[in-house]
């Protein structure tokens, strides 16, 4: 097999494409030989020592992949040696092998391809937990979307419509723009060029959206929490813009509004179970075709240095799915 190893975290230059004897699966594990693997913004932070996971050295990054299991470890139930499977294991993905441990595996149902695979579980998890479990967001609420075309944004505009939600989708260009409204989105703002708060006043006479969405943070952040709407929920997904913001907590108090904290990795490790069934109701809600990955591109593994630079320059629009 081979893999991009991460030897030391300095950053996405001292990675290596090395050739590693193909492991063995231990127990409860699976080896899976790669057909895709996405990038998430946690794949940046990672080989840079900036992630909140900070795994043993060396280590293949690549947090999520599909493909399709070649061997399988003592113990290990329902899954087949053939099967076609999508993974989340934090590390490993930007390779040709690797070894997951089984309970992580999701199998595939036909008509669900790799690419799409690869790049479904983190970014709809994270937005469907977000959005209706911490947001409780209904139908017919209003639902601000900040860097809406990156990959949880542009899952987060599909699921707030399944739900039956008007949403206002907001990023740094037109051309993301345009790639928010052709996902659904009811309205978009171009926050670099229009005024947040202005924009946010005429699209919702004045009241202003009843749950924000938020993974970019730095200097959006207040003035899109001093839009809220009365009885308001700010969800807080994470910071790719930079600063960690801070907020005056008169604001929380003059607007009745929330702010709610969204950690998606932790929700599904202890809460496995309400996890596993709102993975089944996107499974459903893919097969339906009312949610579907956006992929930017796809690029073979070789060129995993240029896809690192594609995301951290802010330039992927969805999702970036390395093949092999
Ligand atoms: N809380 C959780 O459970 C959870 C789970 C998954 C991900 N996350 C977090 O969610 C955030 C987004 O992840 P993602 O995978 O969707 O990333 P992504 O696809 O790269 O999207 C991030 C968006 O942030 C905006 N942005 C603003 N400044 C940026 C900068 N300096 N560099 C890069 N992007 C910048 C960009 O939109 P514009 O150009 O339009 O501003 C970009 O589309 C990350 O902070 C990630 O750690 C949290």
Known sequence: MHAWLCE???????????????????????????????????????????????????????????????????????????QTVACLSGTGGFGTHTLAPAKLCMPLPAGFPAVDAAAFIMTYATSHHALIDRGQLKAGETVLVLGAAGGVGTAAIQIAKAVGAKVIASASTDEKCALCKAQGADATINYSSENLRDALKALTDGKGPDVIYDPVGGDLAEPAFRSIAWRGRYLVIGFAGGPIPQ?????PLLKGASIVGVFWGDFARREPQANAAMMGELAQWYAQGKVKPV????????????????????????KLVMVN
């Open 247 to 251: 907020l005056p907590l008169n604001l």
């Open 8 to 82: 030391n975290p300095v950053g996405v230059d001292a990675l290596n494409w090395k050739e590693l004897p193909t492991p063995q699966p231990g127990a409860g594990e699976v080896l899976i030989e790669i057909q895709a693997a996405s990038l998430n913004f946690p794949d940046l932070l990672i080989v840079q020592n900036k992630y909140q996971m900070k795994p043993a050295l060396p280590f293949v990054p690549g947090s999520e992949y599909a493909g399709v299991v070649r061997a399988l470890g003592d113990g290990v139930k329902g899954l087949q040696v053939g």
């Open 295 to 318: 992929i930017d591109r796809t690029m073979p593994m070789s060129e995993l240095k240029a896809a690192y630079a594609r995301m951290g320059s802010r330039a992927v629009m969805g």
